[in-house]
Nanobody, 114 residues
Framework: QVQLVESGGGLVQAGGSLGLSCAAS????????MGWFRQAPGKQRELVAT???????NYADSVKGRFSISGDNAKNTVYLQMNNLKPEDTGVYYC????????WGQGLQVTVSS
């Protein structure tokens, strides 16, 4: 079992910045990647960004150049820095990892006003 505890998010105006963090605990030895997904109202959950323990990153095209994912292996924590936010970035952001099965955080609301 893996537990994911998220923090951050909130309300920001378009063009602003927000940061998210997610700390993993439990059976973390089997984790080799973590990431963030988001779900807007009425839409399916979609990938935002992932990072491997080796530092390899992957981003959705819609956030490339604006979002940055990073990790601290010693703290078992992943971060998402979101810059130049747009109203279409609004949604619930979920921390994710895979360790024999998918694990999800509780979700953080991010609201970008125009």
């Amino acid at each position: 079992q893996v537990q994911l505890v998220e923090s951050g998010g909130g309300l920001v105006q378009a063009g602003g910045s927000l940061g998210l963090s997610c700390a993993a605990s439990g059976n973390i030895r089997s984790i080799n990647r973590m990431g963030w997904f988001r779900q807007a109202p009425g839409k399916q959950r979609e990938l935002v960004a992932t990072i491997t323990t080796g530092g390899r990153t992957n981003y959705a095209d819609s956030v490339k150049g604006r979002f940055s994912i990073s990790g601290d292996n010693a703290k078992n924590t992943v971060y998402l820095q979101m810059n130049n936010l747009k109203p279409e970035d609004t949604g619930v952001y979920y921390c994710w990892t895979f360790a024999s099965e998918n694990y999800w955080g509780q979700g953080l609301q991010v609201t970008v006003s125009s």
